[in-house]
């Protein structure tokens, strides 16, 4: 069932998205006043790659100016804190060489 759940999630996010796509738990949190950054291990989950977003390991970014950025940042902590996974989309503009790219969406795995 939660292979099912990967491969939907995979085939939504390519399609609706064209940004990268991520799906794992998350590693490694850094914040700041203005925005947070983490990784995620994909190694049991799914690493779909933006043509430029290309760093090793890549950087999701939430930018604290967004109004949504609350309700992402404790998406992320939460599943930092417990080790579940999360899939997150980003918005296919990468910088610093490929290896930061900021969030579009993030959901909780099921």
């Not at 991520?22 to 190694?43: M, N, W």
């Not at 404790?74 to 989309?89: I, M, Q």
Request: glycine content about 10%; charged content about 15%; overall charge negative.
């Amino acid at each position: 069932m939660k292979k099912l759940a990967i491969a939907a999630s995979i085939l939504l996010s390519t399609s609706a998205f064209a940004g990268s796509y991520q799906f794992g738990t998350v590693t490694e949190l850094i914040a700041d006043t203005e925005q947070v950054s983490f990784q995620i291990d994909t190694s049991n989950g799914a690493d779909i790659r933006a043509d430029n977003c290309n760093g090793q390991p890549l950087n999701f970014v939430i930018d604290f100016n967004l109004p949504t950025a609350q309700a992402m940042f404790e998406l992320v902590h939460d599943a930092r804190k417990n080790g579940t996974s999360v899939g997150v989309n980003g918005d296919g503009v990468c910088w610093a060489g490929g290896e930061f790219e900021r969030v579009s969406s993030i959901a909780p795995a099921r």
